[in-house]
């Protein structure tokens, strides 16, 4: 089991700790229908997350019937290795300059009016449409496919990729239903914390796990 979990590990934290879902989650726990739309977010996010494991485990399964050492995930590694890089390159460039102020994202602007089913599906959007969410949740899809295990260990690697994956969700709509000055607090201060160092999060971890990719189809296919 182990073989097919250690391999997505570092895709998992990437997923999770993407700023993105996690300011929009903040925002909507801080919205008047917090509770519930901060439910439908995590249940969308979740859904969402599950399907991409799924599909990418369908697909590395039929194009490896006899689970010998599959070289499609050397290459569709190499392809994400150089995307993630490409990203963090781009995010670097167009980082915020001092003394610069960046106008809010438009969604950012009507966040406190969403309801229930619009929460659920921008959290399968910042899933399926969102490339620094969506490529690490490939990513770790891939090593979990193509990793010796038997379809069990697989599945369970999977699920467990879809739980690490999603603390950036979880968490914080658990800190909220305590519903005390101290929660909400803390939320606060993650919202914060967040939003100031939003793009160093955006170029480091892709950078890292681009170098990762790279590093792992490079092994594979030599």
Known sequence: MGEAIGPMLASAVAVALSPL???????ILASPRGRTNGLAFTAGWVLALAAVEAVVLTV??????DGG?????????????ALLLFLA?????????????????????????????????????????HPKTL?????????????????????????????????????PLTVHRRGNDRSIRALGEWRAWTAAHNAAIMTAVPVVLGAAYLGDALSGLT
């Open 89 to 129: 390159a781009k995010q670097w460039r167009d980082r915020p300059r001092p003394g610069h102020v960046t106008a809010p994202p438009t969604w950012l602007l009507g966040i406190d009016r969403f309801t229930a089913a619009r929460s659920a599906g921008f959290a399968v959007a910042l899933v399926v449409a």
């Open 69 to 81: 050492r599959p070289t499609w995930s050397s290459w569709l590694k190499l392809a994400l290795g």
């Open 21 to 27: 879902p996690l300011i929009a989650v903040l925002l």
């Open 60 to 65: 590395g399964g039929a194009l490896d019937p």
């Open 135 to 171: 490529i690490p949740a490939v990513g770790g899809a891939a090593s979990i496919a193509a990793s010796p295990g038997g379809t069990g260990a697989k599945a369970v690697a999977a699920a467990l990729m879809v739980l690490l994956g999603s603390l950036g969700t979880l968490l």
